[in-house]
């Protein structure tokens, strides 16, 4: 048995039960951890992603402007099919991101304004949440920290779930607009 010292009084806890108590705790912290990392980098991804994809988006662009929309095009249906392929996927990632970064944005104002004073001490606090998260873990009591910023926890994984639903929607209506903006080539290949 383990004698743990805990606010001047002494508790005897069986071996067993401290080892479940530490990793339960290991688990938080590990879970916590992630999800820290998760809420941090997100919209760093969504910004890269949206930038990576409209280059691509772009140099396919001109592909099939210049190269298969062309009267006297004759290109082989592997490569309008590849060409294709990636003009879809690069437009639908590129809008998923903007859309997905635009909904971060708005949600993360709105909470800033709703739950804050002011806008400054909600800047403030809103990007110094990740530190001091960090700054209250401790191993030995590891749901103290969660629940000392519960209503925060919330509020960033409701960001998070609204960001990643706008993503998806931003991908699934983009097919819409690639059939739009290709007329010609939906003769040649199925956009769908």
């Known amino acids: 048995m383990k004698i743990i010292l ?4 002494l508790i005897q806890i069986p ?16 879970l916590l951890s992630a999800a820290l990392c ?9 910004f890269y992603a949206a930038i990576d994809n409209y280059f691509i988006w772009k140099k396919n662009s001109s ?4 190269e298969i929309c062309c009267e006297n095009a004759k290109n ?7 060409v294709c392929n990636l003009y879809k996927k690069s437009l639908s990632r590129l809008f998923g991101s903007a859309l997905g970064l635009s909904a971060w944005n708005v949600s993360s104002l709105l909470y800033i304004l709703y739950e804050f004073p002011d806008f400054k001490t909600g800047l403030i ?7 001091e998260v960090v700054e209250s873990y ?32 931003g991908k699934a209506t983009a097919p819409f607009l690639i059939r739009k903006k290709l007329p010609n080539i939906k003769k040649q290949i199925s956009l769908v």
Not at 15 to 30: D, G, K, R, S
């Open 6 to 9: 805990l606010s001047d009084f």
């Open 15 to 30: 071996e067993a039960q401290v080892i479940l108590m530490f990793a339960e705790n290991i688990f938080l912290f590990i």
């Open 38 to 46: 998760i809420i941090i980098t997100t919209p760093i991804i969504l």
């Open 63 to 66: 592909l099939i402007t210049n």
């Open 76 to 82: 082989h249906p592997m490569y309008v099919s590849s």
């Open 125 to 131: 606090n809103y990007f110094i949440f990740p530190f």
């Open 138 to 169: 401790t191993l030995t009591h590891m749901m103290g920290s969660l629940n000392q910023y519960n209503s925060s926890w919330l509020y960033m994984l409701f960001i998070l779930g609204a960001t990643f639903m706008f993503y998806e929607i």
